[in-house]
C-alpha cells in the first residue's frame, strides 16, 4: 500500500461530563483539527460525520461555515467514528477528494444504555424479562473465556488499574484517578465476574481527524501519519454478540477476527510489527479477548502478558495508551475516532505524560460493538 | 382467581406439565434458532420447520445481573430496594442450540460451566390485574 492517505489534523474536546451540548464538542474538535492541520474548513471538500445520540453531524455545518461540500451523515452503532474514517479514506483513494473530515461526537444520559429491543430485531418479551443488557452479554463472555483459557480475576484487574493509570497521564481524559487492583476487584459486581470498575460508562465527547491524499499531505503538515489500512466487518455465522437469545453450537469467529486480519493484510504487515495498539476495552475482558482476537497473541496467553506487565506504556506491545474506553467512557459516535486520534499523537511523539517511552513508528486501532461489526485500522509514521 | 399469563406467545409451550422452548429448525444446514424465525441465517433458506426444543442441557456460560434494570425495556416491578440480583445463561441444549436465559439462581458458587440444567417457569412481574407474568428459565438439575 503506497502512502496514499494521510492525517494531517486531528482535533479533540475532552471526554467526560460537560455542559455544552454534543454537537458543540464536536465542533470544537473539528475547529481543533483543522488548526492542526494548518488549513481552512474550505480546504476540505467531503466529510462524514456521526453520533449515536447527540445529532445529525451535517447540521454542524451551520458553526463551521455553509461552504458547501458534500457531509454525510453516518449512524453505525459503536462503529459510528470508525465507519466515518473508512468512508473518508475510501471517498481519498477513490479521487472523489482530496481533503476530508471524519468526525464523531456524543452525549448520552448517565447509567447502562437502555435500548429498545426491536431495534435489534428481538420481540418484546426480551426486554421485558431483564435480558436486554450489554453489560450481561460482557460478563458470559468473559467467564467461559476464563475457564476454558484460564484467565485469573487478577488479571481482569490488572487491565483497568492499567487504563485508569494510562488516563490519569492523559489531559484528556475523564478518569484521571489511578485505582489500585484491590479497588477494583472489590468494587460492586455488576455483572459476575466483572466489577463497577471494570466497565466503562457511556460519556460525552467529541473527535475529528483531516485526512488528505498523501501526496499532498506534507502541504499542511509537518509530522503527517499514514493510514495503510480501515477495514469494517459485520459478524459472521456462528460468533457470539450483545443481545443473542440463541447462540450455534457450530461456534465461528468474531467479527474483530476478520476485521483485524483484513486490516493487516491491507497493510502488508503483521501483527508483531505493531509497536502499539488501541483495542476496544468496553470493559476489562473485552481487551483481554480482543488481543487474542486481533492477532497480537494466543488465547490465554493475555494471563502472563498482562501479568508481567506487556501491554503497560513501557511494556513490549503497549495497549490503550489514553486510557482505552474506561478512562475515557465511551461517546459511542467518538470512541473509534479517538483511538485514531491517540496512535497519531504518539505517533508523532506528542503524547506528552502518556508518550510510550520506546521509538514507535506503527499502530494499530480496533474498535468494536453492537450489533457485531468491528473497525479496525494500520497506521505508521 | 390470578392467572398465569406467558410473557409471549409462541416463545414455549404453555399450560403444560413439561413445558419446552419451542424453536425453528432449518433442515438443509441443520441450523436450530430460538425463538421461530423466518430464514436460515446461514443460508437464508426460508423452510423452517418448528420444533420443540430438548427440556435439559448443559450451562455454556453465565452472570449475575447486579443492578436494577432500566425500565423500560424492563417489565419486572421491583425497585432499588426490593431487586434481588437473577442469574442469567446460557444453555447448550443437545448439539441443537444454545438458548439464553434467566437462571433460578445467583448464587455464583451454585454455578459452573458444563453442569446440568433443566427448563423450569417461573413468574418474573405482574400485570395490571394482579395476573402472574410467567417466562422461562434454567435451573441446576437437583442430584
Known amino acids: 500500500m503506497a502512502e496514499d492517505v494521510a492525517i494531517?489534523?486531528?482535533?479533540?474536546?475532552?471526554?467526560?461530563?460537560?455542559?455544552?451540548?454534543?454537537?458543540?464538542?464536536?465542533a470544537y474538535a473539528a475547529r481543533a483539527a483543522l488548526k492542526d492541520a494548518g488549513c481552512d474548513w474550505s480546504d476540505v471538500n467531503y466529510a462524514f460525520g456521526g453520533s449515536s445520540a447527540a445529532g445529525n453531524a451535517d447540521t454542524m455545518v451551520s458553526a463551521l461555515g455553509l461552504t458547501g461540500l458534500p457531509f454525510i451523515n453516518v449512524a453505525n452503532g459503536c462503529a459510528t467514528g470508525g465507519s466515518a474514517l473508512i468512508s473518508a479514506y475510501n471517498a481519498i483513494n477513490a479521487g472523489a477528494a482530496d481533503v476530508c473530515m471524519a468526525i464523531g461526537f456524543d452525549k448520552?444520559?448517565?447509567?447502562?444504555?437502555?435500548?429498545?429491543?426491536?431495534?435489534?430485531?428481538?420481540?418484546?418479551?426480551?426486554?421485558?424479562?431483564?435480558?436486554?443488557?450489554?453489560?450481561?452479554?460482557?460478563?458470559?463472555?468473559?467467564?467461559?473465556?476464563?475457564?476454558?483459557?484460564g484467565i485469573s480475576a487478577s488479571t481482569l484487574a490488572k487491565v483497568a488499574v492499567k487504563n485508569f493509570h494510562n488516563g490519569s497521564l492523559n489531559e484528556n481524559a475523564w478518569r484521571r484517578k489511578p485505582m489500585t487492583e484491590d479497588e477494583v476487584l472489590n468494587a460492586l459486581m455488576l455483572s459476575n465476574p466483572l466489577t463497577q470498575y471494570m466497565f466503562c460508562s457511556p460519556g460525552e465527547g467529541g473527535v475529528a481527524l483531516i485526512l488528505a491524499r498523501g501526496d499532498i499531505a506534507k502541504k499542511f503538515q509537518k509530522k503527517p501519519v499514514y493510514l495503510r489500512s480501515a477495514v469494517l466487518r459485520s459478524r459472521p455465522f456462528g460468533s457470539f454478540e450483545v443481545f443473542n437469545s440463541w447462540l450455534s453450537p457450530d461456534r465461528g469467529n468474531s467479527p474483530s477476527v476478520g476485521a483485524a486480519a483484513a486490516a493487516f493484510k491491507m497493510a502488508g504487515m503483521s501483527p508483531s510489527e505493531m509497536d502499539i495498539a488501541q483495542v476496544q476495552d468496553t470493559e476489562s475482558g473485552a481487551e483481554i479477548m480482543h488481543m487474542a482476537e486481533c492477532?497480537?497473541?494466543e488465547d490465554g496467553e493475555q494471563e502472563d502478558l498482562i501479568q508481567s506487565g506487556a501491554t503497560n506504556l513501557d511494556g513490549r506491545l503497549p495497549i490503550n495508551t489514553d486510557g482505552g474506553c474506561l478512562a475515557n467512557g465511551e461517546p459511542v459516535g467518538a470512541s473509534g475516532l479517538r483511538q485514531v486520534y491517540e496512535s497519531a499523537l504518539q505517533l508523532r511523539g506528542d503524547a506528552g505524560a502518556h508518550q510510550v517511552p520506546k521509538p514507535i513508528k506503527t499502530a494499530f486501532t480496533h474498535v468494536y460493538g453492537a450489533p457485531g461489526i468491528s473497525a479496525c485500522t494500520v497506521l505508521s509514521r | 382467581m390470578?392467572?398465569?399469563?406467558?410473557?409471549?406467545?409462541?416463545?414455549?409451550?404453555?399450560p403444560s406439565?413439561?413445558?419446552?422452548?419451542?424453536?425453528?429448525?432449518?433442515?438443509?444446514?441443520?441450523?436450530?434458532?430460538?425463538?421461530?424465525?423466518?430464514?436460515?441465517?446461514?443460508?437464508?433458506?426460508?423452510?423452517?420447520?418448528?420444533?420443540?426444543?430438548?427440556?435439559?442441557?448443559?450451562?455454556?456460560?453465565?452472570?449475575?445481573?447486579?443492578?436494577?434494570?432500566?425500565?423500560?425495556?424492563?417489565?419486572?416491578?421491583?425497585?432499588?430496594?426490593?431487586?434481588?440480583?437473577?442469574?442469567?445463561?446460557?444453555?447448550?441444549?443437545?448439539?441443537?442450540?444454545?438458548?439464553?436465559?434467566?437462571?433460578?439462581?445467583?448464587?455464583?458458587?451454585?454455578?459452573?460451566?458444563?453442569?446440568?440444567?433443566?427448563?423450569?417457569?417461573?413468574?418474573?412481574?405482574?400485570?395490571?390485574?394482579?395476573?402472574?407474568?410467567?417466562?422461562?428459565?434454567?435451573?441446576?438439575?437437583?442430584?
Open chain 1, 295 to 297: 492477532g497480537f497473541c
Open chain 2, 17 to 143: 406439565d413439561s413445558p419446552q422452548l419451542i424453536g425453528t429448525h432449518y433442515p438443509d444446514s441443520g441450523v436450530t434458532t430460538f425463538p421461530q424465525s423466518t430464514a436460515c441465517p446461514k443460508t437464508a433458506a426460508q423452510n423452517g420447520e418448528r420444533v420443540l426444543l430438548p427440556r435439559v442441557g448443559k450451562l455454556w456460560s453465565w452472570t449475575i445481573q447486579g443492578f436494577l434494570p432500566k425500565s423500560p425495556p424492563y417489565a419486572g416491578k421491583e425497585t432499588p430496594k426490593t431487586f434481588k440480583p437473577y442469574g442469567v445463561g446460557y444453555v447448550q441444549l443437545a448439539d441443537e442450540v444454545i438458548v439464553e436465559s434467566r437462571l433460578t439462581t445467583a448464587e455464583a458458587s451454585e454455578l459452573k460451566i458444563g453442569m446440568d440444567m433443566e427448563l423450569v417457569i417461573i413468574p418474573f412481574s405482574t400485570d395490571d390485574d394482579g395476573n402472574e407474568l410467567v417466562t422461562y428459565a434454567f435451573a441446576p438439575v437437583k442430584k
Open chain 1, 8 to 26: 494531517i489534523g486531528i482535533g479533540m474536546h475532552p471526554f467526560g461530563r460537560h455542559d455544552n451540548t454534543g454537537m458543540e464538542q464536536g
Open chain 1, 108 to 149: 448520552h444520559p448517565k447509567g447502562a444504555f437502555d435500548p429498545d429491543p426491536a431495534d435489534f430485531g428481538l420481540g418484546k418479551w426480551y426486554g421485558d424479562t431483564g435480558l436486554m443488557l450489554t453489560t450481561q452479554f460482557f460478563g458470559m463472555k468473559i467467564q467461559r473465556y476464563m475457564d476454558q483459557y
Open chain 2, 2 to 14: 390470578t392467572k398465569q399469563i406467558p410473557v409471549a406467545e409462541e416463545l414455549f409451550t404453555w
